[in-house]
């Protein structure tokens, strides 16, 4: 039987596990035996690879992190890493490697993929910052957690007659900051797609007042400026 291996790199997301699940039951059902790589690609590099089995996988759909753990790898960046992790690739007799992470584990898999390996990329980061694919792993769980916490941040905002300022991460995409606000009926979502100086932010906040809005919502991207920078201007 032909061998696949399996690896998740970089920050954990929600999502991962039930992931995993799926490449073991299809790898499985399709006649590959499915190899775990443990910890990443510094798993990869020290040839941390264990064989999954369907039992290895039951009762992880709604558990977070990942049961194959991740770290990053300083020795994998180095040629010598490298070469290590195509070695140990070809040693277990992998015929293809499934790299489930964000930008940084794509760039270690364009590094293998360079070296003759056969790798497909599941998008793993809550951030939604991945190209040709609608939602990220991981993305949905952190819009769900993000809009409780508005409706929380709303309530006390309320009591105090308050503006509450949220920023959200996602490096230079504003996906969560967006569709989270969207579904809270945040008033205010800055985001660095769409740029606001604090000038016009203030002034829609200034204008609510006026009209009576004493308690307002604004979401800011961790791309498009600090929520400290606004709150002091």
Known sequence: MERIGILTSGGDTPGMN?????????????????MG???????????????????????????????????????FLTPEGKDKAVDIIQGYGLKGLVVIGGDGTYRGAKV????????????????NDMGYTDFTIGFDTAVNNVMTEIYKIRDTMSAHDRIGVIELMGRKCGDIALWAGVA?????????????SWDDAVAYLAKNRQ????TSIVMIA?????????VAY
């Open 184 to 196: 809270g009926a945040a008033d205010l979502i800055i985001v660095p797609e769409c740029a606001m």
């Open 211 to 214: 009209m009576g809005k004493l």
């Open 222 to 230: 961790e791309g498009a400026g600090s929520a400290a920078d606004l």
């Open 112 to 127: 293998l993929a360079d070296r003759g390996v056969n790798v497909i990329g599941l998008p793993g980061t809550i951030d």
């Open 37 to 75: 790589i443990y910890h990443g690609y510094k798993g990869l590099v020290n040839g941390l690879v264990h064989q999954l089995q369907p039992v290895d996988v039951a009762g992880i759909m709604d558990k977070g992190g990942t049961i194959i753990r991740t770290a990053r790898s300083m020795e």
């Open 18 to 34: 039930a992931a995993i699940r799926a490449l073991v039951k299809a790898g499985i059902h399709a006649g590959y035996t499915v």
